[in-house]
């Protein structure tokens, strides 16, 4: 099971960072989406997966598994979503005022 | 236990919200803004006298003792910076009451403002990585907006790199996270020590911190600050001074904890790298403030500068090197905000971002003139003033540890501070004055009021350090004495 996690984990990485480098900046708002999952599910993967029952004492017999690690992702997950709705506008705001969405153009050379 | 270690979070986040609903009462939000801050202040002061009467405090929240529950972790060095973000907030916000204007202050600025000081406090006192991230991302997201705000093409573009970036450097501050729980099993900062210290920071766990440099070098503009310049010339005056006063220094002081609190020992790979890495840092620095002619651009790599110079002082690693760079952060959060809101005060008088388009201020200005030339001083580290004991102390470290190559770097980068204000203090503030309608007649007191607090502040700092420097001692104690922090939250 970790194995595959970890080769699901890879191609997300090898993917996101194919799109974060593309000059569309809609890609590269996806990259950083898809980089977010990934990232959750190393977590996932890191504190062991299927170990044991729900954590719950007394109620399931032991051995437990650790879910602070799905804790963190919890809250991971909400930030990343967060980011992402805000990054989305803010890429449509700067589209719509500057009447690209290529990076390349973008780049804002006058002071360099 | 001590609960009002809280307060410097909860208070801004908790006025902040109640701001949002009174978006059209201007005179509310200003008045409820500023005795907030003021109110941290006092607070604050208050914290760090109990932190240096009876030793560190801790609150571990909802009763949880400390590896299982989150702590906050009020020690010397964080109190001095959460007290010194508290009043550089304050200012700012004076500043901003008149400059500021009706369209930001009702697009929600000061509830923005507000929440980004309760991330960056929060970041300073918590005992806990997840925690940190947590409140890096409370900073950031409020920060995001804040730049963005007032739109424009210019602004919203920079913002867009901005935003990507940081996304990008907390995605690597997860995946940090995720290795060092699965090698250690804890978040917990003085239980992570304790075992790095129990299993001897192997390979693995070096590797892990110098995956944490890469998160904290982006975010404190050490090395990788490619991103810096381009934001913080676009946000407006008194929101840019925050930026440049406060948000580098988070990941400044993320670097300091991570390694002497939790990675102190392979110092021969890790402070190795961030001594090459701040001395890069401080030459770039050094060419971008010649190089450009755009007044933002000269200010936003004078902080990178500053960035570099600090991080000596970790290079150094001794107990007078690291009291140096608690004393120069403290001196750098005053006087980058002094000298973002200047130039921006320029700015607002000439509307010219070029210096040499801008002549003989002096003579319509005169407070004002001189009031550069304090912090021109200050900044280059001239006896007096605050930059100076910070710069002598680091030194102190530097050539006990023998870096004479960092030490010649690091005193000819303050040469070269001077020398790019010098070259707008003697064009655009000295000089023939030249007469212009379109320059204003005017700058308004409520402007000039915190700029002078400002240079009133360095002086003070500089003058009297000995009042200042027993805290200064105690934060540097904690620092090179790890286990006293440990012992502090593990064994109350």
């Known amino acids: 099971m970790e194995t595959m996690m970890i080769l699901i ?7 996101a960072t194919y799109l974060l480098l593309s000059k569309n900046i809609i890609r590269i708002i996806l990259g950083t989406a898809l980089l977010s999952h990934a990232v959750h599910l190393l977590i996932l993967t890191i504190g062991e997966v299927k170990k044991g029952d729900v954590p719950l004492l007394k109620e399931t017999p032991g051995p437990y598994t650790d879910a602070l690690p799905q804790a963190l992702i919890l809250t991971a997950i909400v930030i990343s979503f967060g980011v992402t709705s805000f990054i989305l506008v803010l890429a449509y705001r700067a589209y719509a005022q500057n009447k690209t969405d290529d990076m390349e153009e973008m780049r804002g050379d006058e002071h360099e | ?30 008045i409820l803004t500023f005795s907030t801050l003021l109110l941290l202040i006092i607070v604050n002061i208050y914290l760090l006298i109990q932190v240096k009467v009876n030793g560190i405090q801790v609150l571990q929240f909802g009763g ?9 972790v009020a020690d010397a060095f964080a109190m001095l910076l959460v007290l010194t973000t508290s009043i550089v907030a304050f200012l700012c916000m004076i500043y901003a009451f008149s400059s500021l204007g009706e369209t930001f202050e009702k697009m929600f600025v000061y509830p923005l403002v507000l929440l980004m000081i309760g991330g960056i406090n929060g970041s300073f006192l918590t005992g806990d990585l997840f925690n940190l991230f947590v409140c890096f991302e409370v900073m950031l997201l ?24 940081n996304v990008l450097a907390s995605w690597f501050f997860l995946v940090g996270l995720a290795m060092i729980y699965g090698t250690l099993g804890t978040l917990n900062m003085a239980h992570l020590a304790q075992r790095v210290a129990e299993v001897n920071q192997g390979p693995l766990l070096t590797t892990i911190a110098l995956l944490f440099l890469v998160v904290f070098a982006l975010k404190a503009g050490l090395l990788l ?30 670097i300091f904890r991570m390694f002497t609190l939790i990675f102190p020992l ?6 190795t790298l961030i001594g090459v890495m701040a001395i890069a840092t401080i030459i770039f620095g050094c060419f971008g403030v010649m190089g450009f002619k755009d007044l933002r651009q000269i200010v936003a790599y004078n902080v990178i500068i500053s960035v570099g110079f600090v991080l000596l002082g970790l290079y150094a690693n001794t107990t007078e090197s690291l009291e140096g760079a608690v004393f120069y952060l403290m001196h750098d959060m005053l006087i980058k905000a002094l000298l973002f809101l200047m130039i921006g005060t320029i700015i607002y008088i000439t509307g010219r971002t070029s210096f040499d388009e801008i002549k003989g201020l002096i003579h319509q200005f005169p407070l004002f003139g001189w009031l550069f030339f304090i912090m021109m001083l200050s900044l280059a580290g001239i006896p007096p003033l605050s930059g100076f004991i910070g710069k002598l102390l680091i030194g102190q470290g530097l050539i006990d540890k023998g870096a004479y190559i960092a030490i010649g770097i690091g005193f000819l980068s303050s040469v070269i501070v001077l020398y790019s204000l010098l070259r707008i203090f003697l064009k655009s503030i000295f000089g023939e004055a030249t007469y212009n309608q379109k320059f204003k007649t005017k700058i308004p007191k409520m402007m000039l009021v915190p700029m002078v607090t400002f240079g009133l502040l360095t002086l003070v700092l500089g003058v009297g350090a000995e009042i200042m420097m027993p805290y200064v001692e105690d934060a540097a104690r904690v620092l090179t004495n790890p286990e006293i922090y440990i012992n502090a939250v593990l064994n109350p």
């Open chain 2, 266 to 271: 392979e110092t021969n790979i890790t402070h």
């Open chain 2, 1 to 30: 236990m001590n609960n009002l270690i809280v307060l410097p979070l909860i208070l801004p986040i908790f006025i902040a919200v109640i701001l949002i609903f009174f978006r059209q009462q201007i005179r509310i939000q200003r």
């Open chain 2, 142 to 165: 409020a920060s995001y907006v804040l730049i963005t705000l007032g739109g424009g093409k210019e602004r919203l573009r920079e913002s867009i790199k901005y935003v990507v970036i």
């Open chain 1, 9 to 15: 984990i890879g191609v997300l990485v090898v993917v």
């Open chain 2, 225 to 254: 600050f490619f991103w810096l310049p381009g934001s913080y010339r676009v946000p407006t005056t008194p929101i840019a001074a925050m930026f440049g006063a406060l948000l580098t220094k988070v990941g400044i002081y993320a």
């Open chain 2, 64 to 72: 949880w003792e400390a590896p299982f529950g989150i702590s906050f």
